[in-house]
């Protein structure tokens, strides 16, 4: 019998997540929900970076924004009070996460 893809070395979203299984492992705590609001100012920003904390717990690597379901998605912006129309994504221009200092 094989192991589940989430319990392999190389974790894996399934291709659909059922609401029950998303509860526990997904929905973020008081504290990480202030940890995140206090490191960001946007909504966009502050889903993106409690999607990203808690695939980290739950699968142990950071997937790229299109690979997390849209189920868990929607769960979060639930957990976290957000509109459905806050997106999972990133427009940031060059440098804005590490910018380099003039040369």
Known sequence: MLA???RTAYPRFRGTVAARELVEPFTPT???VGWARGRTTA??????LV???KCCQRMRCFPGLDEDPDAVAGHLRTALGLPDVVAIR???APGALF???PV
Do not use: K
């Open 90 to 92: 990133l427009d940031l």
């Open 43 to 48: 909504d966009q920003t502050f889903l993106v």
């Open 99 to 101: 910018p380099t200092a």
């Open 30 to 32: 008081v504290g990480e």
């Open 4 to 6: 589940s893809i989430d």
């Open 51 to 53: 999607i990203g904390l």
